[in-house]
């Protein structure tokens, strides 16, 4: 079995391109996907964390004593 992966820009078209593959004898099954992530949404999310750490006692210092520290048993 063979796998064809179809990008279509326009939605119309592509609810054409889906009744016609779903038509055919020969093609199993036809999944629609619709791509959600943009590159602005990826900009907004990532500038949204910008200050998150600000006014906090977190230095590279502090990190590694915490993830090297032994622990008394």
Same mark, same amino acid.
């Given at each position: 079995?063979?796998?064809?992966?179809?990008?279509? $820009?326009?939605?119309?078209? $592509?609810?054409?391109?889906?009744?016609?593959? !779903?038509?055919?004898?020969?093609?199993? !099954?036809?999944?629609?996907?619709?791509?959600? $992530?943009?590159?602005?949404?990826?900009?907004?999310?990532?500038? !949204?964390?910008?200050?998150?750490?600000?006014?906090?006692?977190?230095?590279?210092? !502090?990190?590694?004593?915490? $993830?090297?520290?032994?622990?008394?048993?």
């Amino acid at each position: 079995m063979k796998q064809l992966i179809v990008q279509v $820009a326009d939605k119309e078209k $592509a609810e054409m391109l889906f009744k016609i593959l !779903s038509a055919l004898d020969f093609v199993n !099954s036809v999944e629609v996907m619709e791509d959600k $992530a943009t590159i602005c949404d990826n900009e907004q999310d990532f500038f !949204s964390l910008a200050g998150l750490w600000e006014n906090r006692d977190v230095t590279t210092e !502090s990190i590694r004593q915490q $993830a090297w520290r032994e622990d008394i048993k």
